[in-house]
């Protein structure tokens, strides 16, 4: 399975680097699954982090796959609900033309990390 370029994408997106990055010489703060553990909770805010969450390759008869079906799940955290909504806006904006949007899932307050959440699901066809 291919991985989907959403990272190449939203970090070539003015207005997503607008709210995910600080300055030119900081991280944009759009992080794989894993990354965040590294961290703890202590990453400036909002960022996002998304993880493959199924997916199958595009099955032939007569051939191998040519490309994978792959679905993720992206998660955007902030201090508020308003940057929570706008990092989600943006990254949807940013990758439309590359992919589905499927599935707007919840916008939440997490107890734990004091921090609000909107997810959404996002369907890609990633050629190999």
Known sequence: MNTP???????????????FQESPSDDVRI????????????????????????????????????????TLQIDVYGADVDSVRAGANAIEAAIQGSAYITKYLTESFEKETKLYRANFNVDWIVKR
């Open 5 to 19: 370029p959403l990272f190449t994408i939203c970090k070539a997106d003015p207005t997503v680097i607008g709210i």
């Open 31 to 70: 992080y794989p699954f894993t990354h965040t553990e590294d961290h703890g909770f202590d990453i400036a805010l909002p960022y996002c982090v998304w993880q493959t969450i199924g997916g199958s390759p595009e099955n032939y008869l007569d051939c191998e796959p040519d490309q994978d079906n792959v």
